[in-house]
């Protein structure tokens, strides 16, 4: 599977902003779906994930209650919702596919090329 990430930019503290990854060919339903982060200098950092089914999902202990992922698999769409953002979450944030319930970065097939997130104090 192709993924595709869109929907960054910058937004103030506060504010919010959702990003979307569209996936190619029928298989994306199949797949446990992620979002990870990355600032430079630092590793990539798991955000939030969701089973194929869209009822299970995770999220690391920073974004719990502030982040929302969802997905659509009629339209092969993972989307993640951010909200009150923090400029700590300024990141490149890239999508990512797999068959392992995992939050390490290793395990996941297919990545986005990810989109930037600038969240200003």
């Known amino acids: 599977v192709q993924l595709q990430a869109s929907g960054g930019g910058l937004v103030q503290a506060g504010g919010s902003l959702k990003l979307s990854c569209v996936g190619s060919g029928r298989t994306f339903r199949s797949y446990r779906m992620a979002w990870f982060r990355q600032v430079p200098g630092k590793e990539r950092e798991f955000v939030a994930s969701i089973n194929w089914t869209g009822i299970s999902t995770i999220y690391t202990d920073s974004v719990q209650g502030r982040f929302t992922i969802s997905r659509d698999n009629a339209k092969n769409t993972v989307y993640l919702q951010m909200s009150s953002l923090k400029p700590e979450d300024t990141a490149v944030y890239y999508c990512?596919?797999?068959?392992?319930?995992?939050?390490?970065?290793?395990?996941?097939?297919?990545w986005g090329q990810g989109t930037l997130v600038t969240v200003s104090s």
């Open positions: 990512a596919a797999g068959v392992i319930n995992s939050a390490s970065a290793q395990v996941y097939t297919h």
